[in-house]
């Protein structure tokens, strides 16, 4: 240590603490404020953070996220047509911002990742001074983001995530899902699947191994195994995978006659289109005809696997061509903006960023729990769902979902999936508190 | 040692200076990158653990001239060793570092041993298949471990042995990391590990300046002449890439620490990648370069991502309405998601014409300074780093 004996005298030392301590105490000056809750803005306008996936396996789904906060931002200003601010039954919002202020929004990229989204989200909350955190399209992202958000103190209004568990075991007071979850699905498609393939059927699963995945995989083993059917085999295969074929070859030899594929984005693209080229739809088990199952399906993912998806039976939050006045407002404004039919994904995104400004209205302030209780229990029409509640006992909207079906002669590259059944509400609400969902909101955060 | 001099480079006098330097302008941090819109804790932090994390890379690369293509399985085991502490024992972060530092210890034992009895590329694979290999195990097998794709979290009715002890272990409220009662979120978080980081460039520049870091140099230099006068160079490597396995793991448990989460993408190769480029962009083999390196890829990761449309606009609004359409559909290529074609385009000017990194820019900058100036200061700073 003689090193540090050199050259220092005790006046110098002092002279560099109290630099040093100066250098420390100064940023606390800046961000300590009078501010009733976290990034009160002061100003004439508010700040939005839009997290969604630019790069990874979700890359396609966000990127219409992308586009569909981009045109609410425009409807909440009072740019545009206005899309379902006009068929909304809520008329809080009057088309000059949220509350008198100008929306102005921020964007992130999550590379599906969980670090990266949450450092992004971090950046939107420290740097950006954001008011709400909104995105997703991986469960566990999403999870991962809310906590974040709840710790913080701000409002998570979730996008596209689909598990048991953003608003089950991980639910928070400061997130909420307007999304449909994997037990609805299951609740929705079994009757279909009963109507179509029978009692008496034996299943296989394939599924993306993560809370997602096992959630949904959960909810629809227990609703096909209420209709009789026989779970055969549930085999976890990693997010990404590519190459399902050691995968897919078992399920030949296994006894099934179904093969339900608990795949989404580009996993889904690549399995089922390796199961098919298996020749597994030509094949006879048990004197049935071997069928797929989708549980969830998008557009975007039905474009990816082309005639493969041609009679496949899965479920799906909204689609395009329903023919209400809320989901054809929404169309063609998207459609007028970007040139093609929104997906499932942008149209979530879109209608909770609405839904969050008009709660703010309502409520007369950004502050999350003031807001929180806005949406609670909050019950809305026009949002191309039907009549839509927030519950408030874990922060899920219930609705109608929608039974889909590959359809078999396509008129446009957009018109891949055909509505084969829309499932009343009342069919796909449980009770809060089921085992597969029991879990806790905790109170609400204001932050500061 | 002499006193004065140490043993390769700048004097202790001017090694003293530039780690004064160093501290310093790491613990302003705050203050001078908000100017460049990086004034805020999330990224503060970032900077400091991803420079310990290069830092330590260094080590390896920038010392024996080993390319570890694995290093991110060891930021990995580092994170989950750090949560584990958490949920097992105490939120207090000290017991999670020198648990992540220990499992991080132990892993680079057991495969610097295997790996290093191979050389250049043979080498690198070794390492990244290893790296590989934990990748997929957290992902697959080991998911009671590791949690797989979801991650490991704390959760308010962890075990915490010791806090149950103390008594005072509440399962009512998510748990925040601390040290002692101060939370390790927020600026604290930050200057918790920017402590840790110049502590960790200290021991970095003490090694370097001694008997065991010369040894190193000459392994780089020629191992094959180093082994015919009769030197096994074996332990040096080994210790050199255990060290180095050890600093990745400590910045293993700083991510953790700041944010309780740890996920298996963490030891993807691409976060062994990374870790590569800083230390490349910044300069091999010099101290300061790699957090230079680590600080500038974080900083577009972060900063270039979150720029869209609207800022370009607002950016280029000086400009008439032809030329600004014009000017924004080019630069949006380069940020946004783009982000990742700027950084490439940075790393590839900087390759080629300063093959040295960022640090030979200084050094060129310096010499000229010196030439223009005239006089004979030994700015042995930039120099000797």
Redo the contacts between chains.
């Keep these: 240590m003689t090193v540090f004996n050199k050259g220092v005298s005790r006046r110098s030392l002092m002279k560099g603490g109290v630099a040093l301590t100066a250098g420390l105490a100064a940023p606390h000056f800046f961000t300590k404020g009078a501010y009733a809750y976290l990034n009160e803005p002061k100003g004439g306008s508010v700040t939005l953070g839009f997290n969604v996936p630019q790069s990874g396996a979700y890359a396609d789904e966000g990127a219409d996220e992308l586009r569909a906060y981009q045109l609410a931002v425009k409807h909440i200003n009072g740019e545009g047509d206005g899309g379902m601010l006009n068929t909304f039954t809520s008329k809080a919002l009057k088309g000059n911002g949220i509350l008198g202020k100008k929306v102005e929004y921020v964007t992130g990229d999550t590379q599906t990742k969980s670090d990266a989204a949450r450092a992004s989200a971090k950046r939107m909350i420290e740097k950006d001074g954001v008011v709400m955190v909104t995105g997703g399209s991986s469960s566990g992202v999403a999870i991962a983001v809310q906590s974040l958000c709840q710790e913080a103190g701000i409002i998570f209004m979730a996008g596209l995530t689909h598990s048991n568990d953003t608003t089950g075991k991980d639910r928070r007071a400061n997130g909420f899902r307007h999304f449909f979850n994997a037990y609805q699905s299951g609740a929705a498609l079994a009757p279909v699947l009963e109507a179509n393939y029978g009692k008496d059927r034996k299943a296989y699963h394939l599924t993306a191994d993560y809370t997602w995945g096992w959630t949904q995989e959960e909810s629809i083993a227990n609703a096909t195994e209420a209709l009789g059917w026989q779970t055969v085999n549930k085999v976890r295969t990693p997010l990404g995978a590519g190459d399902f074929s050691q995968y897919i070859t078992p399920v030949l030899n296994s006894g099934a006659d179904v093969l339900i594929l608990n795949h989404y984005g580009k996993d889904m693209v690549n399995s089922l289109t390796q199961a098919v080229q298996f020749g597994l739809r030509d094949k006879q088990v048990n004197g049935k005809d071997f069928v797929i199952v989708v549980p969830l399906y998008s557009r975007l993912m039905a474009q990816g696997a082309g005639e493969n998806v041609k009679g496949i039976f899965g479920s799906t939050n909204w689609h395009w061509s329903l023919s209400d006045e809320g989901s054809q407002a929404f169309v063609k404004s998207f459609g007028a903006e970007y040139g093609f039919p929104p997906s499932q994904a942008a149209h979530t995104c879109y209608v909770q960023t609405l839904l969050y400004a008009d709660a703010a209205e309502r409520a007369g302030t950004f502050a999350p729990c003031d807001l929180g209780k806005a949406l609670e229990g909050f019950e809305f029409d026009g949002m191309g769902n039907g009549p839509t509640l927030y519950r408030a006992d874990d922060h899920q909207c219930f609705k109608k979902v929608l039974v889909v079906k590959g359809k078999e002669n396509p008129s446009s590259q957009f018109d891949l999936l055909e509505v084969v059944q829309e499932v009343p509400r009342e069919q796909v609400t449980y009770d809060a508190n089921i085992p597969q969902f029991a879990g806790s909101l905790g109170s609400c955060n204001n932050g500061a | 040692m002499a006193?004065t001099v140490s043993a390769i480079g700048g004097s202790?006098?001017t090694?003293?200076i530039f780690m004064?330097l160093f501290a310093?302008a790491v613990?302003?941090a705050?203050?001078w990158a908000?100017f460049i819109?990086a004034?805020?804790?999330?990224?503060l932090q970032?900077w400091a653990i991803y420079g310990l994390f290069a830092i330590g890379f260094n080590i390896l690369f920038g010392l024996t001239g080993y390319l570890s293509f694995g290093h991110a399985a060891f930021l990995g085991i580092g994170s989950y060793a750090a949560v584990w502490s958490f949920k097992l024992l105490t939120m207090n972060v000290l017991p999670a570092i020198a648990f992540a530092i220990l499992f991080s210890a132990l892993f680079a034992l057991a495969i610097g041993y295997i790996s290093l009895r191979r050389t250049g590329i043979y080498f690198s694979i070794l390492t990244l298949a290893f790296a590989q290999m934990s990748y997929?195990l957290a992902?697959?097998v080991l998911?009671p471990i590791t949690n797989?794709?979801?991650?490991l979290?704390v959760i308010p009715t962890d075990p915490r042995i010791l806090e149950e002890l103390a008594g005072v272990r509440n399962t009512a409220?998510?748990p925040?990391t601390s040290l002692f009662g101060v939370e390790m979120?927020?600026?604290p978080g930050f200057?918790f590990c920017a402590v840790i980081l110049i502590i960790g460039f200290f021991i970095a520049m003490k090694i370097a300046r001694s008997p065991f870091g010369t040894m190193l140099k000459a392994i780089k230099s020629n191992q094959t002449r180093m082994n015919y006068t009769g030197f096994n160079t074996r332990p040096y490597t080994l210790a050199a890439f255990v060290i180095s396995g050890m600093y990745a793991g400590m910045a293993g448990a700083l991510?953790a620490s700041t944010?309780p989460?740890a996920?298996a993408?963490?030891m993807q190769w691409t976060a062994s990648g990374e870790v590569v480029l800083m230390t490349i962009l910044g300069g091999a083999g010099t101290l300061l370069g790699p957090v230079l390196g680590a600080a500038v890829i974080k900083y577009f990761?972060?900063i270039f991502?979150?720029f869209?449309e609207?800022v370009l606009n607002a950016m280029f609004s000086f400009l008439p309405e032809v030329l600004k359409e014009g000017a924004v559909a080019v630069a949006g290529l380069f940020v946004?998601?783009g982000?990742?074609l700027t950084l490439g385009v940075v790393f590839m000017l900087i390759v080629i014409f300063l093959p040295g990194g960022i640090m030979e820019g200084i050094r060129r900058v310096h010499k000229l300074f010196k030439r223009s100036d005239g006089s004979s200061r030994s700015g042995a700073a930039a120099e000797s780093a």
Aim: net charge negative.
């Design positions: 006193p202790a006098r090694d003293f004064m310093a613990l302003t705050p203050f908000s819109g004034g805020y804790p999330d990224l970032k997929n992902y697959s998911t797989g794709e979801t991650g979290k409220v998510a925040t979120t927020g600026y200057y991510l944010d989460l996920g993408e963490r990761e972060n991502s979150a869209n609207q946004g998601e982000w990742h």
